[in-house]
């Protein structure tokens, strides 16, 4: 088989390298790629938002199946448009994709389908949206979220009534995220342990994955700015037998069931992003594809063949494929560029990776980011360069291994948070 990968981060290089495992696979390539996948992969020079460049070059290579991995090409219908060529895919198709790209969409369908979240409301409105600020019906800190998809960065917390303005005015007035901010969501604050849980969906079946923690502000002891994600540990150990049976029954099975009533089953991986508050379970957001750097972390765990779990999911047959976990626990810590997730410099080297990527006499996975290749030298491309991921019998054990290889690895700026599985 061919397969094709889609997207160029640390996520892309995980699904990659474990795809790599598969004897069936011919060649695995990734569109774009980055340094450290053209390693595993070969990586063609398309965006992964081309839908005519993309699909073009799939029919072109013969290639047979094709993972969907960021938001924004399965936000546009990426894979609605592969399927038109006859191509099978991994990843929701446009309508089903909405349960990430559309947050008035996501909270509606909670609502009516009585599954656990913040409560809400919707404004298309400026001036609406400002008075209800401003009005007694709400209580601080409120939840500010652009409906569209915006980077990871359009969800403001406001401590006040002079903050709640601002950001309201931000997104709708002066459109900060563009089009993503035609609509908001505002949200009640939730308080306590945040867990993700992603998870495989046919449609029909869903198999929950090992549970993971992000790490999403930049600095130690969560302060600083909101980011992609700084690190991982999995399982959370706050996510227990218990707190995860209750999910499977109130948010899990639910958000399948009611995505098929709606007529748009979601098939691919479903991102759970819950709150573990003291009147339960609840959630905070649903993302359409593999969580970064969550994958970085879960997917090493992971005994089962991804190629086979992925396929059963595209032809509806999840139910028959028994899904295998590592008892192992795992770390992922991001190495990121001073100055992410603003403004930060590219083309350092990066050392002293070998000529693979990787770190020698070290068994820790080495997941390339943001990293260019130059024929001889890995240089930093992006904000988040490197996920280290190391596993371990214990967490603790797990983030020792990983810490010991980040530790080894240099570049000019190098920032990483030092407290991942602390918190
Ligand atoms: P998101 O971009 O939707 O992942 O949200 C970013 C972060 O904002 C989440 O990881 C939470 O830490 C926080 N957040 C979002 N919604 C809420 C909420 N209703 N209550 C408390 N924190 C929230
Ligand atoms: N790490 C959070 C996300 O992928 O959205």
Redesign the pocket.
């Known amino acids: 088989m061919n397969v094709l990968v889609i997207g160029s981060g640390g996520r892309e290089h995980a699904i990659v390298k474990a795809l790599k495992k598969n004897e069936r696979i011919r060649k695995i390539y990734a569109a774009p790629g980055n340094g450290g996948i053209s390693m595993d992969a070969s990586c063609v020079n398309i965006k992964a938002d081309n839908i005519p460049g993309i699909t073009d070059f799939a029919v072109e290579c013969n290639i047979n199946y094709i993972i969907v991995a960021p938001d924004n090409p399965l936000a546009i219908g990426m894979v609605d448009a592969l399927e038109r060529k006859g191509k099978k895919c991994f990843g929701p198709n446009k309508a089903a994709a909405r349960i990430e790209s559309s947050k008035v969409f996501s909270k509606n369908l909670m609502k009516k389908y009585g599954i656990p979240t ?1 409560a809400y409301e919707t404004f298309n409105n400026c001036d609406n949206a400002l008075e209800y600020v401003k009005s007694n019906k709400v209580k601080f ?1 409120l ?1 500010i ?1 652009a409906d569209g998809l915006a980077f ?4 403001i ?1 406001a401590q006040n009534c002079d903050e709640a303005q601002t950001a309201v005015n931000l997104i709708m007035k002066e459109k900060k995220f563009g089009e993503s901010g035609e609509s908001i969501v505002i ?5 306590g342990p ?1 867990v993700t849980v992603m998870a495989f969906t046919d449609g029909k079946t869903i198999k929950p994955m090992i549970s993971s923690m ?1 790490h ?1 502000r930049a600095l130690e002891g969560n302060k600083g700015l ?1 980011t992609g994600g700084m690190g991982v540990i999995a399982p959370n150990p706050h996510y227990t037998a218990e707190i995860a049976s209750v999910c499977e029954k109130t948010i899990f099975y639910p958000t399948v069931m009611a995505m098929q009533s709606e007529g748009c089953p979601f098939k691919g991986c479903l991102y759970f ?1 819950l ?1 573990l508050t003291p009147f339960g379970p609840k959630v ?2 649903y993302n359409s594809r593999f969580g970064d750097p969550e994958a970085q972390a879960v997917l090493p765990l992971l005994q089962t063949d991804l190629l086979d779990i992925m396929e059963a999911v595209t032809e509806g047959k999840l139910d028959s494929i028994d899904i295998k976990w590592s008892s192992s626990s795992s770390a992922c810590v991001v190495l990121a560029s001073a100055g992410y997730p603003e403004s930060y410099k590219t083309g350092l080297e990066i050392t002293p990776l070998d000529e693979k990527g990787n770190l020698k006499f070290n068994e820790a996975l080495i997941y390339h980011a943001g990293t260019a290749y130059d024929g001889s030298k890995f240089q930093t491309s992006g904000g988040r360069v490197l996920g280290i991921t190391a596993t371990g019998l214990s967490l603790a054990e797990a983030i020792k291994n990983t810490y010991n290889a980040a530790s080894q690895i240099t570049f000019e700026g190098i920032y990483y948070r030092k407290d991942i599985g602390k918190y």
């Open positions: 913040a800190p939840v979220k990871g960065k359009g969800v917390i949200e009640e604050f939730l308080t945040e992000d999403k909101n992003g709150v905070i957001e």
